[in-house]
């Protein structure tokens, strides 16, 4: 998930993906791209993480835009604990 100044609704939509997810497997991951947010997106999802656990991985990085954060986190989708199928990057 790529946030970019997402302070207003970052904790809702990550909430709304774990409720979801959970309806679907135990096993799984989310990753949060930060692309180099200036508000509070980073310390939101820090806060998240903490409460839980390793199903939330927040990975922040400068600015760089939406197809370069998404391509971020291809490498920590292929080496995932999960059951989960990788995506190759075709699929990006």
Same mark, same amino acid.
């Given at each position: 998930? =790529?946030?970019? *100044?997402?302070? &207003?609704? &970052?904790? #809702?939509? &990550?909430?709304?993906?774990? $409720?979801?997810?959970? *309806?679907? $497997?135990? *096993?799984?991951?989310?990753?949060?791209? @930060? !692309? /180099?947010?200036? !508000?509070? +997106?980073?310390?939101?999802?820090? %806060?998240?993480?903490?409460? %839980?656990?390793?199903?939330?991985? &927040?990975? +922040? %990085?400068?600015?760089?835009?939406? /197809? =370069?954060? #998404? #391509?971020? /986190?291809? =490498?920590?989708?292929?080496?995932?604990? +999960? @059951?989960? =199928?990788?995506?190759?990057?075709?699929?990006?």
């Amino acid at each position: 998930m =790529p946030v970019y *100044n997402e302070q &207003v609704s &970052v904790r #809702k939509v &990550v909430q709304e993906w774990f $409720t979801e997810i959970e *309806n679907w $497997t135990e *096993n799984f991951i989310i990753l949060a791209i @930060n !692309d /180099g947010s200036s !508000d509070g +997106t980073h310390s939101i999802l820090e %806060r998240i993480s903490e409460q %839980r656990g390793e199903c939330l991985e &927040v990975i +922040t %990085r400068e600015n760089r835009g939406h /197809g =370069p954060q #998404k #391509k971020k /986190g291809l =490498p920590a989708i292929q080496k995932s604990p +999960t @059951n989960a =199928p990788s995506a190759s990057p075709a699929e990006f």
